[in-house]
């Protein structure tokens, strides 16, 4: 049997849960977008880039400044190799590989988000 007193203590936890609850999803959605340069109108990290001869140029831009961005590069053949770059102050950066064989080349950008490394930019090109 519930006395007067119980029923208002579990009313007032559940009213205590309900606030802590609504505190806590602004937090939980914030950084939901816009994460990079600080939610200006950048549509996030992109890699673009060109050949030119026997090397490739990857441009990385609308990454966060003094992140570490990790590279992976799957070259021709099966072989790849793995570079750690660090944005700029305006979050962009250069990196030139050498065409080692004809093929398929797909360059990765992946940032360290939410405790594990995600893939955030693609870019591939056929030599």
């Not at 309900?18 to 977008?33: D, E, I, Q, R």
């Not at 080692?100 to 693609?122: D, F, K, L």
């Amino acid at each position: 049997m519930l006395t007067r007193k119980t029923h208002a203590a579990r009313i007032a936890f559940i009213a205590g849960l309900l606030v802590v609850a609504l505190a806590l999803v602004p937090v939980s959605l914030a950084g939901k977008g816009g994460r990079h340069n600080g939610g200006s109108t950048s549509t996030g990290p992109a890699l673009t880039g060109f050949v030119s001869g026997s090397s490739y140029t990857v441009n990385g831009t609308g990454f966060k400044p003094g992140e570490i961005v990790m590279l992976t590069i799957g070259e021709a053949g099966g072989c790849c190799n793995a570079r750690n770059i660090v944005p700029d102050a305006s979050g962009a950066f250069t990196y030139v590989g050498t065409i080692w064989g004809s093929g398929t080349y797909t360059i990765r950008a992946s940032e360290y988000i939410n405790s594990r490394w995600q893939v955030v930019a693609t870019w591939s090109f056929v030599a």
